[in-house]
């Protein structure tokens, strides 16, 4: 009896031995899980995240970062793309998410509406630059200035020029529009986020698509376009 409960006693002793050693392995690794992020790490992490998505890809939304509290601010266009846009910005590091990001139906139309008007500007100079060429040009016949005829031609050729100027950004919103039209149409785009924008009829496509041929097939509509001379294919294929 003497000897059973020796061993008893000895064996007590070496689970206490071990079981310290146990609990120092398990608190080495625990400060791994919960390293701390920095700001713009997690900046970067969550404008990685929207642009991935292609619904939110061509918003305008902008990420602000401090001590891991993420705001969102910008404009969509549902409030499916609000509440998309606040749970992707879970990234990592993150401890809150404020989403202040604004829903309007009509944000694709308003960039459409913002071309329209400086086109129209743009116009309306056009305009008073050639009324006020035109009374220069009588005022110098009046006073009987010299070479009024080549004063005339110069002031001529300035004006088309404008005018010309004037029709080339018309032709760019007329372009955009003929673009956007072409896109909406195929099939093969249907569940792709695409924003166009054209300047001197140089055409830059941007946003995402769901394949390498929606991505062709985007370019080759823009190309065959009217008042297209280049395409500038941006477009990134949304990974699966």
Do not use: C, W, Y
Request: hydrophobic residues 40%; glycine residues 8%; proline residues 2%.
């Amino acid at each position: 009896m003497k000897f059973i409960s020796t061993a008893a006693v000895a064996g007590l002793m070496t689970i206490a031995l071990v079981a310290p050693a146990r609990n120092v392995i398990a608190g080495q690794a625990a400060p791994a899980s919960t390293a701390k992020v920095d700001d713009s790490t997690i900046e970067s992490r969550v404008t990685a995240s929207l642009k991935r998505d292609s619904a939110l890809a061509p918003r305008d939304i902008d990420v602000d970062v401090d001590k891991g509290v993420v705001t969102l601010t910008g404009t969509v266009r549902t409030e499916g793309e609000r509440a998309n846009a606040g749970r992707l910005a879970l990234v990592t590091g993150v401890t809150r998410v404020t989403n202040n990001i604004e829903v309007n139906p009509k944000v694709d139309e308003s960039k459409l509406d913002n071309a329209a008007q400086k086109t129209k500007s743009g116009l309306n100079k056009a305009v008073d630059a050639t009324a006020k060429a035109a009374g220069k040009t009588k005022e110098g016949v009046r006073k009987g200035v010299g070479k009024t005829e080549e004063g005339v031609g110069k002031a001529a050729d300035k004006t088309s020029d404008a005018v010309g100027r004037t029709g080339d950004k018309l032709s760019d919103a007329s372009v955009t529009t003929g673009v956007k039209t072409g896109l909406t149409g195929e099939p093969l785009l249907k569940d792709s986020s695409i924003d166009v924008d054209t300047v001197d009829h140089v055409v830059t496509l941007k946003g995402t698509v769901a394949s390498a041929a929606a991505k062709a097939r985007a370019a080759a509509i823009a190309a065959n376009t009217k008042g297209v001379t280049r395409v500038v294919n941006q477009l990134l294929i949304k990974s699966n």
